[in-house]
């Protein structure tokens, strides 16, 4: 109670921290992108946000690592972490001398609590909650990992391959076949990064 | 949860309580609190995310002129109404009495797409629920009595019904209805059993069981 900065019992939210803020990465974001306030961008490496992205509230976006780039319409759901982590570069992949880097495609969706550490994510993927995604993995186009799925360090997914169980893939010969279904993807994707644009108010200002 | 740490003497507790009993941890992460109900003694552990925000917006008034004037005055008196009840009722989440939602756990309306438009659908979970920590809830409904275990996926418009258990690390695929009193496990989760007949069955002095009445659970969280 004697502490002047503890006493706003009303407004707990206003209360400033003490500490100082973290210094921002050096973000280049298209104006068309949306970002929740409550995401967090953070880093010392280049972060690159395409048009039409969404980055839902409480979304990670790490750059400590190496440069992330996000694509044109990816929606990033909550709690995501998107970029290398630094245990996992430091202990494990000495033998990667270039930083990695964090490319997501576009049209990805990236579902809630996902981690994906350093690799390269292809058009129109669709990653399940709580997916893990090592460093150095190439994911292919259209392709889906299914919640709990993990895809290894390094690893090379196809295009249009489904990842579920304890590493089992198969092949969405639908996706693959079908041009008219990736067609129909696009336009649903489309369609809801529309919705949730009109639903999450976007501060960009805060990080450019 | 470290048994041994001395109990933090803090003069404002972890949670929040409302008039109604209900307990929100303080570090709960609540978007669009406007659209979330709680029935009372309902407890939100540290961590969860509650996504109010995600929630049907008023479609934009027409504005398709086209029509006949003969039908513009009705038009605009049934508008009035409309408008101002769909205002009233958008609820994103609703949770029910004495339902403990666990630490970490994701609680996310569903969506999907209707007449080319991203419609948010309400998450509704009834009462003396538990689910797990750890957990992403996208389910359309939850009956009352369900037992979820930690780290589960429930898919999108998924509906569990009456006294059924999920448990732990399962995934339920989207759009599944869990029959009453089922047993489901696994990735996709399937039917591996029915509960028991004492389920939910308080026993004296026996303390909780799962799918029991939750209340004492509750008053014993601060």
Known sequence: MSDPKRTSRSAPSKRTSLLPSAPKPPCKIDPAATIASSTVLAGIHPITIAAHAVLHPHARIVSAEGPVTIGEGCIVFEKATIGPLAPSTSTESATITAPPSTILGKNVTISTGVTIEGCAIGDGCVIEPYARIGQGAKVGRYCKVVAYGEVPKGAKVDDYTVVYGKGKRRVDRTMKEWGEMRELKEAVHERQVRGYQGLIPSNIAKWS | ?222
């Open chain 2, 1 to 222: 949860m470290s048994s041994s740490r001395p109990a933090r003497k803090s003069s404002k507790g972890d949670y929040i309580e409302t008039d109604s009993g209900n307990k929100v941890s303080r570090k709960a992460l609540i978007t669009g609190t406007p659209n979330i109900t709680l029935a009372g003694r309902t407890v939100l552990m540290p961590d969860v995310h509650l996504r109010g925000d995600i929630v049907r917006v008023r479609p934009p008034p027409p504005t398709t002129t086209t029509s006949t004037t003969s039908l513009d005055p009705s038009s605009a008196a049934t508008a009035k109404p409309s408008s101002s009840s769909s205002s009233q009722s958008t609820t994103a989440i609703s949770i029910g009495k004495s339902t403990i939602i666990a630490t970490s756990t994701i609680l996310r309306p569903p969506a999907r797409l209707l007449r080319g438009l991203l419609q948010p659908y309400p998450l509704k979970i009834g009462e003396q629920v538990l689910i797990g920590p750890g957990c992403v809830v996208e389910s359309a409904q939850i009956h009352n009595h369900v037992h979820v275990g930690a780290r589960c996926v429930l898919g999108a418009f998924s509906v569990l019904r009456e006294n059924c258990r999920v448990l732990e690390g399962s995934c339920v695929p989207a759009g599944m209805v869990v029959p009453p009193g089922a047993v489901v496990a696994g990735r996709p989760a399937r039917v591996v059993g029915e509960v028991g007949e004492g389920f939910g069955v308080d026993g004296v002095g026996e303390g909780w069981v799962e799918g029991g009445e939750l209340r004492e659970v509750v008053r014993g969280i601060r």
